[in-house]
């Protein structure tokens, strides 16, 4: 590992995940954007042993509104996910996660080992004319 990452433990035990949310007739607002970056950035900051697929260097921003969670209430996270594998296992790297409430960002850290920091975002439709 590199000494500069933070990261969650190799045989990490957590709570029982997933959260569940009560969908009690709220809507769940999701965005997924995902795009083609430089392989050598992600390199940068994709901590070892994680592997990326050099011929597919992709990132996905996701914002999700989560409007009812168990435990955690209504809240919104957004952020970065890279995918990776680890000896041919496949899954998501969290390379930066903001969220808007101090419950799921301390449950993020705390026991589930996710990095995140406290931010609103904010989406501004804008015009490039």
Known sequence: MRMTCASAPLRCRSPAR???HALTGLWIAS???TY???PARLRAVVPEPLELDD???LVKY???RMPDSNGFGDYTESGQVIPVSFRG???GYSHCMFLNDEGPIAG???LWASRR???SRRYEPRSTH
């Open 36 to 38: 083609r970056t430089d």
């Open 18 to 20: 997933p959260i569940r």
């Open 55 to 57: 011929r597919n260097p």
């Open 62 to 64: 996701e914002s999700i």
């Open 31 to 33: 965005t997924c954007i």
């Open 89 to 91: 296992r496949k899954g």
């Open 108 to 110: 993020g850290r705390e």
């Open 117 to 119: 920091s406290s931010a």
